[in-house]
């Protein structure tokens, strides 16, 4: 497999220059950011919050970086460290040198990067695809992870018919002018259409080849191996999949589990719900601390 790049130099820089500007215009307060090495590339993280504690680990989801999570940035760090990650294969600051080829890459490139930091126990919080990797993760390194948060993760369920629809139009939708985006949100069911600052770096991440394995939906038996305690945020109208189907499968097989289904909210949760998903981390959190 081949990895995630730019297609050349000018789409390079034209993206780097919009990140720039979105880490200034989005992170709240102060932030130490660092390139951390790993076996598959350089990776960018945002650190903030408390010198000492268990730290809040943020993965965004498929096509995003660590900036999906701004606007919980300053509550989480209010009383936790808070490490925002951008995943390498993903647009954003870190760069991929070597392919991921399954979850069991992705799985070995977190705890590369948690050990570099000197992170014995995290809670990890992960959205769509980064929750994907988060599962691997703490199947294939278990004792890394103090707790699990997924908000609406990839790899619980069979993928609906509907979900390549739904990013399809919500990628048209942000091409569209300015003015006519509310509306389009509304139709097309995501809210995330409605972060300017954000669409703007992903409309200039047009020239990023990305190149990670698809999110497969995991095994009963992997899922049973999940020994962390597990909070799933699912969104009640969740393109991605079946809602209701993925929590009793996850109560019939993840012995340490809760589940909530937020009502009217679908795949862009953290948009759609954002009170929701700060309260779900900041629950699971206290819960792993207390």
């Not at 930091?117 to 992870?145: E, F, K, M, N």
């Not at 985006?181 to 097309?188: E, G, N, S, T």
Request: aromatic residues 6%; positive net charge.
């Amino acid at each position: 497999m081949r990895i995630s790049e730019f297609k050349n130099g000018k789409a390079e820089a034209r993206y780097r220059a919009a990140y720039e500007r979105a880490v200034t215009q989005l992170w709240p307060g102060p932030r130490t950011s660092l390139d951390v090495p790993t076996g598959f590339g350089t990776t960018r993280v945002h650190r903030t919050g408390p010198a000492h504690g268990q730290p809040i680990v943020l993965l965004p989801g498929s096509g995003g970086n660590a900036l999906m999570w701004h606007s919980y940035i300053e509550p989480l760090a209010a009383r936790h460290p808070v490490i925002a990650v951008d995943t390498v294969g993903e647009p954003g600051a870190s760069v991929q040198t070597a392919p991921i080829n399954g979850g069991h890459d992705a799985a070995d490139w977190l705890e590369e990067l948690l050990a570099a930091l000197d992170v014995p126990a995290a809670h990890v919080v992960g959205c769509s695809y980064g929750g994907w990797i988060a599962l691997h993760h703490q199947i294939r390194h278990p004792g890394r992870t103090a707790g699990l948060t997924l908000v609406d993760s990839a790899g619980l369920g069979d993928l609906s018919r509907g979900f390549y629809r739904w990013l399809i139009l919500g990628g048209l939708a942000t091409m569209a002018p300015r003015a006519l985006r509310p509306r389009l949100a509304r139709a097309v069911g995501n809210s995330a259409i409605l972060e300017t600052e954000l669409m703007a770096l992903m409309r200039a991440s047009m020239g990023f080849r990305r190149r990670l394995p698809l999110a497969a939906t995991l095994g009963d038996g992997e899922l049973g191996r999940l020994s962390a305690p597990v909070f799933a945020l699912l969104g009640e109208r969740s393109t991605l999949h079946d809602s209701r189907a993925v929590s009793e499968r996850l109560h019939r097989l993840v012995p340490a589990v809760r589940v909530e289904i937020v009502p009217d909210a679908g795949h862009s949760l953290p948009t759609d719900d954002p009170a929701a998903v700060l309260n779900g981390i900041l629950s699971m959190v206290a819960r792993q601390v207390s």
